[in-house]
């Protein structure tokens, strides 16, 4: 179903999405820095077909600018490769350089400071294309980052992220560029996570997946794109629910799924006495949460007749999103049983 929608039945589309996951697994499998470019480079080269539809303007000048950010990351990060090369023969650790090549990969990945491509370009793709920019392609990125890092940078980046994600958000109307300052805030969580351990990574990336698909899955079932259609459309209650849990999940709430791998990172924290980060993380997880209830109450309160012309259109059963909302509320008290 998801490639369905994705490739819409087009065969040319299924090819470039094969090349995309392939890419990815290129450049998290190479043995040399040359290799994880060339991976980053594929990737980028397929992921615009994706995105660009000759039908719609507002999709060719995206794919345009996710073109000119990410070739700049790229340029960026071959020619810090290339000094690394060659004025520093063996591949020590060198702050200026390691600074110069996590702040290409960040950029790649949207993350804050570099983030000003991210919600302008989320605001003219579709839902599903939404799905792999906020999730598989920051896979790639992400590993490469793991390879060599600098600590301190990056603890100062995660502040970075978490601080412009959770107050980026606050202002605004539309639910793609809401999704997009959300996933800023959990880029700040995954960078941690991935400079914790791989496998934690891992963990916390596949729960944020399955978060985001379900997010997208709603809005993409019932057409919506901007905040006032929750308010306008009067939803069946089940859908509401759906909405409230969902929501919740990715704020990070403790009865939902969304709260265990934050769960885990602020245990980390607190046993290796980082307070202060543990202080910002925490903040900024309550400024979200804040703004995530502030939509759900206003969609539960606010109801209006049905309109002859407001037409709420349902393009699939709800079967697959009930299941995840299930699991949602049912994997929180699966993980309590782990910690015991």
């Known amino acids: 179903m998801f490639f369905f929608i994705l490739t819409n039945n087009n065969s040319n589309k299924m090819f470039f999405l094969f090349i995309l996951f392939f890419s990815t697994l290129i ?25 660009s539809n000759s039908k719609n303007l507002l999709s060719v000048e995206t794919s345009l600018k996710y073109f000119l950010t990410q070739s700049l990351a790229s340029i960026n990060f071959l020619f810090m490769i290339l000094i690394k090369f060659s004025l520093l023969k063996n591949f020590d650790m060198n702050n200026i350089i390691s600074i110069m090549m996590n702040s290409s990969l960040l950029m790649k990945m949207g993350s804050a400071p570099f983030h000003f491509w991210f919600p302008n370009i989320v605001e003219g793709l579709s839902w599903m294309n939404n799905f792999m920019l906020m999730t598989w392609q920051k896979i790639s990125p992400m590993i490469l980052l793991s390879y060599y890092f600098n600590k301190n940078f990056l603890i100062f980046m995660i502040i970075m992220n978490l601080i412009i994600g959770s107050l980026g958000g606050l202002n605004q109307t539309s639910l793609r560029k809401l999704l997009a300052f959300s996933s800023i ?19 916390y ?49 403790p009865p939902f799924m969304g709260f265990m791998p934050k769960w885990i990172i602020i245990n980390f924290l607190l046993i290796n006495k980082f307070y202060f980060l543990t202080f910002i993380f925490m ?13 759900i109450y206003s969609s539960f309160m606010f109801n209006y007749f049905k309109m002859k012309w407001v037409n709420l259109l349902m393009k699939n059963n709800m079967s697959l999103i009930n299941l995840s909302s299930f699991i949602s509320i049912s994997s929180m008290i699966l993980s309590t049983f782990i910690f015991m």
């Open 27 to 51: 450049s998290i499998s190479s043995n040399s820095w040359f290799g994880c470019w060339i991976g980053l480079e594929i990737n980028l080269l397929s992921f615009i077909p994706l995105i």
């Open 205 to 253: 990336f596949l729960i944020y997946s399955m978060m985001i698909f379900m997010m997208i899955s709603l809005f993409f079932l019932m057409n919506m794109y901007f905040m006032n259609q929750l308010f306008i459309n009067n939803m069946n209650f089940f859908i509401k629910l759906n909405l409230l849990i969902n929501f919740l999940s990715l704020g990070g709430l």
């Open 185 to 203: 805030n959990n880029l700040g969580w995954m960078i941690f996570s991935i400079m914790i351990s791989e496998n934690l990574w891992l963990f």
């Open 283 to 295: 903040m900024t997880s309550l400024i979200i949460i804040y703004y995530y209830i502030r939509i």
